[in-house]
Structure formats: C-alpha cells, structure tokens
C-alpha cells in the first residue's frame, strides 16, 4: 500500500513576510503619528484657547473667560470647551452678554483652510443672552452701522437646547424682556454675518407655542439693541383663560422686523370662541394688528389694531406698557366703533342668549385696564360717548310698552298700532368696577325725548336712571277718559318752553322687566 506523503511548498499568497514587515511598519508609523497628533492637539489646545478668546473679544466688543478647552485633531478636528462667559466692555454691574456651561464644535480640515475658516456643526448647553441696554444718548433706534469686517470664523449649524434671551432695558423703572427657548438653531452663524435661525419656546402668559423662522445678525458690536431682526411667526394654542374674566383659544401669525429695541410686528389672530365670563357668550373674534414692540422691555405701541366680530369693527390705537416690580402690563388705548351693532355688543357683556335691543351703533372711548389677579370686566375701565341709531327691544313686552310710551307721547293713548316704534340714544358713559354710569344720556322715540342719568350694574343686571321726559303732547292729552280731564288743571305745571309736557320719570328695574314711573319726589323735581 503506498503511502501517503504531503509535499512543502512555498507560500504564494499576499502576505508573504516582506509584505508582513511593511505592514506591522505602517501599523507603527500610524500609531505614532495618531500618538503625535493626538499629543500635538493637547499642546495646541492653550494657543487655539487664546486665539479664541482673542476672536471673541474683537467680535463682541467684550472681556471674554473660557475655563476650559480640550482641542482634538484626529480623525477630524473636534474641540470642547467649559465655563464660556463674554462681559460686554467689561462692565461686572450688568449680567454678562454671553454665557454658557459647555460647548462641543466639530470641523473638517478642508473647512479650516477656508477663508474665513469654517467649523461644521456646534452644540451648545446652558446658554443665556442678556443684550445689554443702549449706551448712546440719542434719541429713536438708530440703524446699524455697515461695517465690511471678514469673519473669523463661520458655524454652518449651531443647535442650543434652553436658551434664555433677556433684552435689558435703560428705561428707569422697568423690568427687562426675557425669553425663554425651548429649541434655537442657526445657520451660517458669525459675529459679523446675517445668520439665519429658527426657534421654539412656549410663551408665559398666555400659554402657548411659538415657532419662528428669520433672520439675526450682524451683530452690532458698539451697539447691541440695534442689532437687526426679522422673520416670521406663528403662535398656537394660546389659552387666554389665565386671564381672570375672559375665555378663547387665541392663534396669531405674522412677520416682524427691524432692531432689537424697535421691532415691527404685523400680524393677524384668530378666536373663535372669544368670551367675557360675565356674559359667558361666545363669539369669533378676529384681529388685524400693526405693532411696534420694544424688545428690551416688552413696551408695545399698537397703531392700529383692527377687530371684527358678528357685524362690528373696532380700531384702537394705544400701549402695552409694564412698570418695574408690577406683574403685567398695562393696556391704554383710544377705541373707536364706527359701524357697529348693538346686539353684538350686548352679547359680550350681558348674560342673555338673544340680545334684547338690536340696531347700529357708533361710540369712542379710552380703554384703561390694569395688570392684577381681577376678572377683566372689575378692572376695565372705559370712558367715552355713544349714540345708536334705530334700536328695536326684541323682548314683547318692553316693546309693547315703548310703543305705548312712543303713542301717548304723541297725544294717541288709543292707538292699537303694535308696530316697533325705534329709538335713538346717545350720551356719555364710564365703566369702572363693572358699573357703568351714563350721563346726559338723551333718549328718542317718535313722540317723547328722554333726557336721562344714572348706572347700570352689570353683574347684578339691573338699572336705576332719573332724568325727564320731553312729550310731544300736553299731559292731559297722554290719556283718556275722566284721568284726561283731571289732568288738565295740572298741565300749566308741566307744560315745557315749547308745547307740550315736560315730566320727571324714573327708570328702575332689571333688564329683563324694565320700570317706568313718574318721579315726583326725587330731589331737584
């Protein structure tokens, strides 16, 4: 049996021993220039750290501390750095323009050999902004100057989780504008560049969330609330409920631009059931605003703010101001209806289903309300003059006896005629503490005029007015029968410069069920 020999041959594959030796070479030779490099990062990272802070302090105008900063260069060029804080001009009696807890940067060789130099992608932790207030004694926003400075260096994409953005303010007796940002990216960031940016944050009060897209930058240097800003904005799910008194969910979109001090807004909002809790009536209440907004306070100048809800339209002109130490702002405006309806009004403020009196109405008036935990109707005040034209009562029963009063006044007390004799009022009102107190309050039906004052309670609902009543007819003639008779010995002590009836009356009762009643005894009468 022959047996079975296996034969040596020489090896033929790649890794033949020379092939071996050049590779366990290169394997050293990389080990050590990884080892030099990495070394080489770590004896670099003091000098890039002072390059930095140099870069900083040239952008912002600032004095500028960074604790820590570790610099990589293999396989790319990673950097991380700890305790970053910018003082603008070095001033310690403001917060410091600038600072964050830790940062991480990332770029590529090719984008550091740039010019200028770019760095790929950086995160940002514990960021806060304070803008500080202006420091140039002239008068009105100023635009940024335009100076044609190369950046240092360029992000492509900076991204910041919890940011808070305060402008301060150099208005005495003010508290400064703070934000607070869910989520802020930008692109193309560098001091002296126009960076594009996109931000996320739920606003405080009223709740809810803005998204905004724009535009910031270049920064100025000398004067950071002249910084330039713009873009657009949507705010959603704004629950306007933690307002004592008032209920709706709110939307509004728009655009804004301009600087930081000095930002216009236009924009419109959305309610659909806007409503005041005394009335408890919704409506859809839509806005139209143009708005100059303070941005290192919040102060706001509306010029104007157009309404509309069921057949009316409201303007107003006005200011959202704060006060340092006061929780809110307050709301000043001059408001003006020129083509308005009485049963859109009433449905806001009384508490009925079907409005009682319909018909048009125009009127002007200052709106101040107050910041404090009070249900808006408590703390508005409203002061200003009315007058509505045709105003039909939609109940029967105050109806039926307007068209008695309207047919008696006349000297036609048999009249059967039930058609709707309208009226026409006008005069002077003032709200304050939900009552509202008119005066000179002249009121018209075919037949008699009523010359009229006294308040109306809202809460309660109910009215008490005294004044007189001009009739067309002389007193006897309001009646028939054996009163008509007796009451013609007492004409000549009602009898008015021109012909007919002049008679004290009062006015009580609620709205619902109205008293009309002679006032004899009330003094003056």
Avoid: C
């Amino acid at each position: 049996m022959p047996s079975l020999r296996i034969s040596e041959q020489p090896q033929t594959g790649i890794f033949t021993p020379r092939v071996r030796r050049w590779l366990f070479a290169a394997v050293i030779v990389s080990a050590l220039a990884v080892t030099t490099v990495v070394a080489g990062g770590r004896r670099l990272s003091p000098i890039i750290q002072k390059r930095l802070v140099r870069a900083l302090q040239d952008a912002y105008a600032s004095d500028v501390t960074l604790k820590h900063l570790d610099v990589q260069l293999f396989p790319w060029v990673h950097a991380s750095g700890e305790g970053l804080v910018l003082r603008f001009h070095g001033r310690q009696d403001l917060p410091p323009l600038i600072s964050l807890t830790r940062f991480t940067a990332d770029a590529s060789w090719i984008g550091l050999l740039q010019s200028p130099r770019r760095i790929g992608r950086v995160r940002i932790e514990g960021l806060q902004i304070h803008v500080p207030p202006r420091q140039s004694d002239g008068e009105g926003p100023q635009p940024a100057t335009k100076k044609h400075e190369n950046p240092a260096f360029i992000i492509n994409e900076v991204n910041v989780d919890g940011t808070v953005l305060e402008t301060l303010t150099s208005k005495p007796g003010k508290d400064p504008l703070r934000f607070d940002i869910h989520h802020l990216t930008l692109w193309d960031a560098g001091a002296t560049t126009s960076m594009s940016f996109r931000a996320s944050l739920t606003n405080a009060k009223p709740p809810g969330e803005i998204h905004s897209d724009g535009r910031f930058g270049p920064w100025n240097k000398d004067e950071p609330a002249l910084t330039p800003v713009g873009g657009k904005y949507d705010f959603e799910k704004a629950d306007l409920s933690v307002f004592r008194g008032i209920a709706g969910i709110l939307s509004s979109e728009g655009s804004y631009r301009g600087v930081l001090e000095a930002i216009t807004v236009r924009g419109t909002t959305d309610t659909p059931y806007f409503r005041l809790s005394i009335s408890d009536n919704p409506v859809h209440l839509k806005t139209e605003f143009l708005a100059v907004v303070d941005g290192t306070d919040g102060d706001t100048r509306l010029e104007p703010v157009n309404a509309q809800f069921g057949n009316s339209s409201v303007t107003a002109y006005g200011t959202i101001e704060g006060k340092k130490g006061v929780k809110g702002k307050t709301i000043r405006l001059e408001v003006t209806v020129s083509r308005g309806r009485l049963e859109d009004m009433l449905r806001l403020g009384v508490r009925s289903k079907e409005a009682i009196v319909t018909g048009a109405i125009a009127f002007q008036a200052q709106l101040l309300l107050p910041p404090g935990d009070r249900d808006v109707i408590d703390k508005l005040h409203l002061e200003g003059q009315f007058k509505t034209v045709g105003a039909a009562f939609t109940k029967p029963d105050i109806q039926r006896k307007l068209n008695e009063l309207s047919n008696r006044s006349r000297g036609e007390p048999e009249d059967t005629d039930q058609g709707r004799a309208s009226s026409n009022f006008r005069g002077t009102f003032k709200l304050q503490d939900s009552v509202m107190t008119f005066n000179k309050l002249a009121f018209a039906v075919p037949g008699a005029e009523l010359s009229l004052s006294g308040k109306y309670n809202l809460r309660q609902e109910s009215m008490e007015f005294h004044g007189t009543a001009r009739l067309q007819a002389e007193l006897s003639k309001t009646t028939t029968g054996i009163k008509s008779f007796l009451l013609k010995a007492i004409n000549p002590f009602f009898k008015g410069r021109r012909s007919g009836a002049v008679i004290p009356i009062k006015i009580s009762g609620t709205k619902d069920s109205p008293k009309f009643e002679l006032d004899l005894l009330h003094k003056g009468n």
